[in-house]
């Protein structure tokens, strides 16, 4: 509960104070409307804490905001949580693989964000979202008003709510839920790292900064920059004031970004993945006879080292193997099946295996299937595959700009440093070689590395001045160029950054992303002014 703030009278005054209007969501615009309920849940089977839980009327309940219940029965107004610590068997997702589904009421444009939610937490972690074929257990997002989700693996089809409204970071934070993460601010050490400011909130809220008392989550360091925790005025009386403020200064919370270190670190402990893969093509468009190059990285999360590494694929019609490029692997190839062995991998490290192939000589489906294999100590064998296609093509395509919003943060101290890079790739593989910038916000500001991409200012007096720049730029790949990009550049004190992570995930073939780059600098500068030619 909210540590010793509310007793179970004041929780049944808050509940009561729902009841006259309806509940809105932490994650995403969208408002839920339900009855208030205060209900007993066993949330790991140790013990009972009393909760307000929202009573939607559909056999669900949802506390915290996005947090969802499986009431037992509403009639009855309890509730129970099947799932919330990792001491529970079935409470994880066997072998950190996560089935999911689309509801056929999902709109195209929250499948998408869930898409690229879905590569983010498999890009970043051991965890493996994967399409459902025949799992009886499985996460299925749904279209509903808001976003929310159960706390961890339950049993059979269990939903994730979905609404277009929502973000890709609100689904990132969901799928977190759904792994078995909870809010970082219900933590039970929460008081230690920030303040809860009760007369700010929303008096139909407060229940949504109950401490859960077995909340688990205590694996790794609080962490402010966590995708997890609430912001600074979620749920205020106005949306004007705090009602979170961090006991440490210069904390930003709540960002809805990427997952920050200590959530990817969390989730490893919490897991515990023996073996993970992640596979890597390019270029996603090959052209006939091109190169195509593909970068597995394999990683050991045990205790201990795994022996007898080998990898294997039936490499895709018209597919050549040209080469390995680390020595520690060795390849075979017998018509078109591949076969590598690698040696023993240590605890907790990893290794990549990057093959050079050529692509067909004429169009052709190219679906890639790798599996690799290892022994562990006690000689159990571990297998995991890892999956991945690519659309050939015969029409050179424009090279791709990555437009996503940018931060710099200031002061920054030195001319010769790049305060960004523009992010660009070629579908078909080909190299860029011609940054330009075409326009800027403030004319004379910056300077393009027509070559690498980098920005650069002319004058550090100027640049940390501003608040916010843009830049139109183009690149061309020596066949064709890229449409004209318009990409925001926010200048930050690196006092006001906290802990937040940086984020790099893909744009998904140039859909605008906001992300977070934090290009640290020191805390002094001199003026200086750039005179150069490219």
């Known amino acids: 509960m909210q540590g010793s703030r509310l007793n179970l009278g004041a929780l049944i005054s808050a509940a009561l104070l729902v009841a006259a209007s309806p509940l809105s969501y932490a994650e995403g615009p969208d408002t839920l409307e339900g009855s208030p309920i205060?209900?007993?849940l066993d949330v790991d089977g140790t013990g009972i804490q009393y909760l307000t839980v929202i009573d939607m009327g559909n056999g669900h309940g949802v506390f915290e905001g996005d947090v969802l219940v499986p009431l037992q029965s509403p009639s009855a107004r309890s509730a129970s949580v099947?799932?919330?610590?990792?001491?529970?068997?079935?409470?994880?997702?066997?072998?950190?693989?996560?089935?999911?589904?689309?509801?056929s009421s999902l709109s195209s444009s929250?499948?998408?964000?869930?898409?690229?939610?879905?590569?983010?937490?498999?890009?970043?972690?051991?965890?493996?979202i994967v399409p459902r074929s025949t799992q009886s257990n499985y996460v299925n997002f749904v279209d509903y008003a808001g976003c929310a989700s159960y706390i961890g693996m339950i049993t059979g089809a269990q939903p994730i709510y979905s609404s277009s409204g929502c973000s890709m970071g609100n689904f990132v934070h969901e799928i977190g839920h759904a792994l078995g993460l909870y809010h970082e601010h219900t933590r039970p050490d929460r008081d230690n790292y920030v303040s809860i400011n009760w007369s700010n909130i929303s008096a139909s809220k407060t229940q949504n900064f109950d401490v859960v008392t077995t909340n688990i989550q205590v694996n790794t360091p609080y962490d402010y920059g966590s995708i997890m925790h609430y912001g600074e005025t979620f749920f205020a009386v106005n949306y004007q004031i705090n009602t979170i403020t961090p006991l440490q200064s210069h904390q930003n919370i709540g960002q809805r970004l990427a997952l920050s270190s200590a959530d990817i670190a969390g989730i490893n402990e919490l897991y515990a993945v023996d073996f993970a893969v992640d596979m890597k093509i390019l270029p996603p468009r090959p052209m006939p006879d091109s190169t195509i190059i593909t970068t597995v990285q394999v990683s050991n999360n045990i205790p201990s080292t795994i022996h007898s590494?080998?990898?294997?694929?039936?490499?895709?019609?018209g597919v050549a193997f040209l080469r390995v490029l680390e020595p520690e692997w060795?390849?075979?190839?017998?018509?078109?099946?591949?076969?590598?062995?690698?040696?023993?991998?240590?605890?907790?490290?990893?290794?990549?295996?990057?093959?050079?192939?050529?692509a067909p000589s004429t169009i052709s489906p190219l679906d890639f299937i790798f599996t690799f294999s290892a022994l562990d100590s006690s000689y159990e064998t571990l297998t995991l595959e890892a999956v991945q296609s690519l659309t050939m093509t015969t029409v050179n395509d424009a090279p791709i700009i990555d437009s996503r919003s940018m931060v710099a943060t200031l002061p920054f101290t030195d001319i010769d440093t790049p305060v960004q890079k523009i992010s660009a790739?070629?579908?078909?593989?080909?190299?860029l070689s011609n940054?330009?910038?075409?326009?800027?916000?403030?004319?004379?500001?910056?300077?393009?590395?027509?070559s690498t991409g980098d920005i650069f200012a002319t004058d550090l007096d100027w640049l940390n001045g501003v608040e916010?720049?843009?830049?139109?730029?183009?690149?061309?790949?020596?066949?064709?160029?890229?449409?004209?990009?318009?990409?925001?550049?926010?200048?930050?004190?690196?006092?006001?950054?906290g802990n937040s992570s940086s984020s790099s995930a893909s744009s998904g073939g140039g859909v605008f992303m906001p992300f977070w780059l934090l290009l640290l600098a020191p805390a002094r500068y001199r003026s200086q002014r750039r005179h150069r030619d490219w």
């Open 82 to 103: 099947k799932f919330n610590s990792s001491t529970l068997s079935g409470a994880l997702w066997p072998d950190g693989v996560m089935p999911y589904s689309f509801d």
């Open 330 to 358: 060795s390849c075979n190839i017998t018509a078109q099946s591949l076969s590598c062995s690698g040696l023993s991998l240590a605890a907790n490290t990893s290794r990549s295996l990057t093959l050079e192939m050529s």
């Open 38 to 40: 205060l209900t007993p």
């Open 110 to 128: 929250a499948r998408t964000k869930i898409l690229e939610a879905i590569a983010h937490w498999n890009n970043r972690t051991p965890i493996k």
């Open 435 to 450: 940054f330009t910038l075409n326009a800027q916000s403030d004319p004379g500001l910056f300077l393009l590395d027509a």
């Open 309 to 317: 590494l080998t990898a294997a694929s039936v490499l895709p019609t």
């Open 425 to 431: 790739a070629d579908p078909n593989g080909h190299t």
């Open 468 to 497: 916010s720049a843009s830049l139109t730029v183009t690149v061309s790949d020596g066949f064709t160029s890229a449409d004209d990009q318009t990409i925001e550049i926010e200048m930050l004190p690196t006092s006001g950054l």
